[in-house]
């Protein structure tokens, strides 16, 4: 939310992306259409990077806190972007984020064994609803608790995505916050990252 507020461009997915980097290629805009394909990029190099972390830290239970404290590095940074104002391009802040959002989503897919995405909803609900069919034409009783547990995780996250939002838009619009929004989204994910510390000892 704190991306698109302050940037106007999606900074969660790529889906709008491409469709704008494909529409600028059909109209020979071949210079504007980079731009969208440096966002792709950005988002793509972001998986690649933390699914390089998690196949070098493969068998490791902390697999996960490289990509978790990069990620948070990169959301201080564009937070910072009102001190350091010479990184406060449009493109910079949305390469950025793009890059964060990429991490982000490669981790949890790792982690949750592809069944959790949280950049975007467009899977999300799309699993929602197999999922709901599922439970109500498969009678079968011992899938029917598994599917249970994958719709009350969905609808948490859906939840969280929402509340999230909502929160984010909030905090920069009404208190006037801005982009250091994004500091509490890097709190968030460091207290996170202590939590499951605390969990595993």
């Known amino acids: 939310m704190t991306g698109y507020l302050q940037i106007k461009q999606l900074t969660t997915n790529v889906t709008g992306h491409f469709a704008l980097f494909i529409y600028d290629l059909a109209h020979l805009d071949f210079w504007k259409g980079t731009v969208y394909f440096l966002y792709i990029f950005c988002f793509l190099l972001g998986s690649f990077v933390s699914s390089s972390i998690f196949e070098l830290k493969k068998g490791s239970k902390n697999k996960f806190i490289i990509p978790t404290i990069l990620e948070s590095v990169l959301l201080i940074m564009v ?3 009102n001190i350091f104002s010479l990184f406060s391009s449009i493109e910079f802040i949305a390469c950025s984020l793009l890059f964060a959002m990429g991490i982000q989503n490669s981790f949890v897919t790792k982690i949750s064994n592809a069944v959790v995405r949280t950049t975007h909803l467009i899977g ?10 599922y439970l109500i034409f498969n009678k079968k009783n011992n ?3 598994k599917v249970k547990e994958n719709i009350k995780l969905r609808f948490a996250i859906i ?3 929402f509340g999230g939002g909502l929160i984010g838009g909030y905090l920069y619009s009404e208190i006037n916050l801005k982009l250091s929004t994004l500091y509490l989204a890097a709190l968030i994910l460091l207290i996170s990252l202590i939590y499951n510390a605390l969990n595993e000892n």
């Open 143 to 145: 899938l029917t608790e």
């Open 79 to 81: 937070a910072s972007t």
């Open 124 to 133: 999300l609900f799309t699993d929602l609803g197999i999922d709901l069919s």
């Open 159 to 161: 939840t969280s995505f």
